[in-house]
């Protein structure tokens, strides 16, 4: 499942929109975190190959696949 768009709303706080039509609003702090640094969140970008969220000219990716598990783990947790 790709990753069609994104939109970046606070720090580390994403708003994603998925092939499938779910939009999703997550921290990717956890995910990211220790590989891009608050400042470089301007550098992402959408690879409209893979559907992958970049960042750093390429250097970090999050598969699409994995991003879209990331979400659904936060949002259980939160209903927790």
């Known amino acids: 499942m790709k990753l069609q768009q994104f939109e970046q709303l606070d720090g580390y706080r994403f708003k994603l929109v998925f092939e499938n039509g779910e ?10 975190g220790d590989y ?10 959408l690879d409209p190959e893979w559907g992958c969220l970049e960042f750093n000219g390429g250097l970090v990716d999050i598969e699409p696949k994995t991003l879209y598990k990331f979400t659904c783990t936060e ?6």
């Open 36 to 45: 891009v640094a608050i400042d470089a969140l301007c550098s992402a970008r």
């Open 23 to 32: 939009t999703r609003q997550t921290d990717l702090k956890e995910l990211v």
């Open 75 to 80: 949002q259980l947790e939160r209903a927790a």
